[in-house]
């Protein structure tokens, strides 16, 4: 049971005086770096500071004050306390910051983010272009003073729900009569699409040069969804192929993008709750949990003891579910259609039904409160649980792998075929399972632990041969261990109130900023929430592990055959609720 | 198949004869292959496809109904499973399939997004509901609507299909093949619905004082 590698924070002042300032906002912490300097400072906290791991890159559109910051959490893959570093500029356009995709690559996509919903131009980056919505698409949604089409009010509850009760249709007070905003004097006869050039501009990036070496050939662009079979939803991966080579690799997302952050900012904070349910589908409780730390960290407030134990045990069947699945759909993408992931589907049923029986809800659970969960967990539950966690899940999970690991088709496709080496990975912020397969212990349990995990005795699952076959062990690895945390949660777990707040519709929040993680069963999953002591958040930004992780897709797969690459994408086991938001 | 089911009432039949000779009208015979073999396009959009997933296999086992043939091409799918939120991105996408699936087809808006836009209606990249362009046969209600009750919607999608005659259906009149072809939308400054161009011309001269109202 190891305490946090370390705790102290890092004096970039003292190392920086002329350019860097310790940022003295009431509730905020981190450091105010001059965009002059951002480079230079961000280069000494990864090389001087060892802050290798950048989670989180995210912009914070203060329109009172007339700026726009960027927001920057450093972590060190070797665990402890992370580093927050901010840049302000002028809120004028255009809005221009130093791209830090050279000293982290895993910024690549978060600053197109930032572009894309906020407009912030990153200077330097290779790749600047929208990420989310579509090119041409008008405006930036999640500046502040960008209203979408259905607007109605700056935040909830809407006056005309309530206490009024008055509600009509939002079709009815918008100029088109639906979801829609056009500029003024707009003709969509006259209108010409934006092609898309850019983006397969940007796949000859990778092209390799070496023509002398070998039969010229011609390469085939071909896009792959975003309605394709084992994309896992709606993701679209444009790639060129040199024969069955793949040279050139681009996913394009944005085919989910539900706008969470921008609903999340209308919300209030207790509303938000069953939106994080559908974040990442497979793991409401997950979300929930990631969710309610953050705010719990803003809010200051403890969790009562029983809670935290139904949290933990919630959480981790999650997990379970989710590594099960992930299996069965790797199966489905090698071509072994439908029969193990029947197998692992039954098992989730049995998860579900426990979730089922704490929250009524199978699948968006909606069950953490800040301060705790919304119910106890019944007594037949409980039972249910003592079952799955002592008798059927350690069986079934010894038969799976007795079923798949030694089947000869199943190592062919599997043994060797390289995923990312631990360099790679932390360039890219890969977190997650793919991250530990690769030799990098690094499990936010462990690093940073949140919640009670620092009481439990496991093993932070690690595996390092980086190829697919130890990325599809380490699930069996992941699964074992949450069982061993279930087992020991289910022993100590004590009676008590399931919550040390009264139950209430609107909480208060101190004004402030916090950046909450958790190990979600896909990798790190990330909350921003700055708060203006409203009962809405001013900023909410989630930052999801499979997004972060999709980074590391392009430079993994260049090189590789286009057969591999279906199974080496499930590797990350995307979610794109999660990775579109 | 049952003989109830099948058989034309009150036609007599020798008492012999009963178990070897049914008669019925082409109609039915005709839906009762078209309901029983009612193949889906296996299409996920969002957290609705996972129950989708979930109506497959062995605890609900939409194999019952004879549905579980999951086509990913939509030439050779009857039914549009519409599983989760549909933005405005992936609409072209949406429609391009529809438009190419062979008739006879359905489409089944899933859950509370694809039948409104349900909690996400508000977003600024979500379509109101796929029925703002396609015609859809079933709604099924949740969010997302559990195995149950996807099976429920889809037996109301059987019983639909009973209703109709070889006569009437739309598909078989002359001149109307294409005549549930939908236009694909174009992505612009924001979604273009080709066959508004006109309204929205107008709309967009005018001021758009949205905040007055």
């Known amino acids: 049971m190891a305490a946090p590698a370390s705790t102290q924070t890092v004096d970039l002042v003292a190392r920086f005086p002329d350019s860097v300032s310790a940022d003295a906002r009431p509730g905020y912490t981190g450091f105010i770096v001059k965009k ?12 001087e500071f060892g802050y290798d791991l950048l989670t989180a890159v995210t912009g914070v559109d203060y329109l009172a004050e007339n700026k726009m910051e960027v927001v920057y959490h450093a972590y060190k893959t070797t665990g402890g306390m992370g580093l927050t570093f901010k840049v302000q500029v002028d809120r004028v356009d255009p809005v221009e910051v130093p791209s830090v995709v050279g000293i982290w690559a895993g910024a690549d996509f978060q600053e197109r983010e930032a572009w894309d919903l906020l407009g912030i131009k990153f200077t330097g980056h290779p790749d600047l272009r929208r990420i989310l919505m579509w090119e041409g698409y008008e405006g930036h949604p999640l500046r502040k003073d960008w209203q979408e089409p259905f607007f109605e009010e700056e935040a909830k509850p809407f006056k005309s729900r309530w206490p009024d009760g008055q509600h009509t249709f939002a079709e009815n007070k918008n100029p088109f009569r639906d979801n829609l905003k056009f500029p003024e004097g707009f003709d969509p006869e006259a209108y010409k699409p934006e092609n898309e050039d850019d983006l397969y501009a940007s796949l000859e990036r990778f092209r390799s040069k070496g023509e002398n070496d070998r039969l010229k050939t011609d390469h085939i662009v071909v896009n792959m969804g975003p309605h394709h079979p084992s994309t896992h939803g709606v993701l679209r991966v444009a790639v060129t192929l040199d024969g069955e080579t793949i040279t050139g690799l681009k996913p394009v997302m944005g085919y989910l993008h539900r706008n969470h952050d921008k609903i999340g900012e209308r919300n209030t904070y207790l509303q938000i709750i069953p939106y994080t349910d559908r974040l990442d589908y497979f793991n409401s409780m997950s979300n929930n949990f990631g969710y309610v730390t953050t705010i719990e960290k803003l809010m200051k407030i403890p969790v009562a003891e029983r809670a935290e134990y139904i949290r933990v045990i919630m959480a981790e069947l999650s997990r379970i579910q989710n590594h099960l699945i992930f299996i069965g759909m790797l199966m489905n993408d090698l071509g072994t259609m439908y029969t193990p992931s029947l197998y692992a589907f039954e098992e989730r049923e049995l998860v579900l039904d426990i979730f089922e029986a704490v929250s009524g809800a199978r699948m968006m659970c909606n069950y953490f409160r800040f301060g705790g969960v919304v119910r106890d967990i019944p007594d037949f539950a409980m039972q249910k649980i003592k079952d799955l966690v002592f008798d059927r899940l350690p069986a079934k999970t010894d038969e799976m ?34 991250l530990r397969a690769a030799g990098v212990p690094y499990d936010l349990r462990r690093a940073e632990p949140y919640s009670i995990y620092d009481r439990f005795d496991f093993d932070v699952a690690v595996r390092h041969n980086a190829d697919m076959m130890d990325n599809y062990l ?16 289910i022993k100590q777990i004590p009676e008590g109130p399931i919550n040390s707040q009264k139950p209430a519709y609107q909480v208060r929040v101190p004004a402030g900023e916090a950046y909450g993680r958790i190990e979600s069963p896909k990798g790190e999953l990330g909350f921003y929430v700055v708060s203006n002591g409203k009962p809405n958040p001013y900023r909410y930004h989630v930052r999801p592990a499979s997004f972060v992780n999709l980074q590391a897709v392009e430079s993994m797969c260049i090189g590789a055959k286009i057969a591999d690459f279906v199974a080496l994408l499930a590797m990350f086991d995307i979610v794109m609720g999660e990775l579109d938001r | 198949m049952e003989n109830e089911k099948l058989s034309l009432p009150n036609y007599n039949i020798p008492e012999d004869l009963e178990n070897v000779v049914a008669i019925t009208t082409l109609d039915r015979l005709y839906n009762w292959g078209r309901r029983s073999s009612v193949w889906p396009l296996m299409f996920g959009l969002a957290c609705c496809a996972i129950e989708m997933i979930a109506a497959q296999t062995a605890r609900y086992d939409m194999a019952r109904f004879g549905m579980e043939v999951m086509r990913p091409t939509p030439r050779q799918a009857d039914m549009m499973l519409v599983s989760g939120t549909v933005t405005k991105k992936m609409l ?12 006879p087809k359905y489409v089944v808006a899933m859950g509370a997004c694809a039948s409104s836009g349900g909690p996400f209606k508000e977003g600024y990249n979500v379509v109101a509901g796929i029925d703002k362009f396609l015609p859809v046969d079933v709604y099924i209600p949740g969010c997302p609507p559990t195995p149950q009750a996807l099976i429920a919607g889809m037996i109301k999608l059987q019983e639909k299909i009973d209703k109709q005659s070889i006569k009437k259906v739309r598909w078989y009149e002359k001149g109307k093949v294409d005549s549930n072809y939908v236009p694909m939308p174009i992505l612009g400054p924001d979604l273009i619905d080709v066959r508004r161009n006109a309204e929205i011309k107008q709309a967009a001269s005018q001021k758009t004082t949205q905040e007055s109202v």
């Open chain 1, 36 to 47: 002059e300097n951002l480079l230079e400072v961000a280069t000494s906290v990864r090389d």
């Open chain 1, 401 to 434: 792998e007795r079923f798949l690991n030694e089947n000869e088709v199943l190592v062919a496709r599997l043994k060797g075929i390289h995923v990312l080496n631990a360099e790679d990975a932390i360039k890219y912020s890969v977190t997650g399972p793919v």
């Open chain 1, 474 to 489: 380490i699930r069996f690895d992941e699964i074992r261990q949450s069982l061993r945390i279930l087992e020991q949660a």
């Open chain 2, 92 to 103: 072209p996408a949406i429609i391009r399939l529809y438009n190419q699936m062979p008739e």
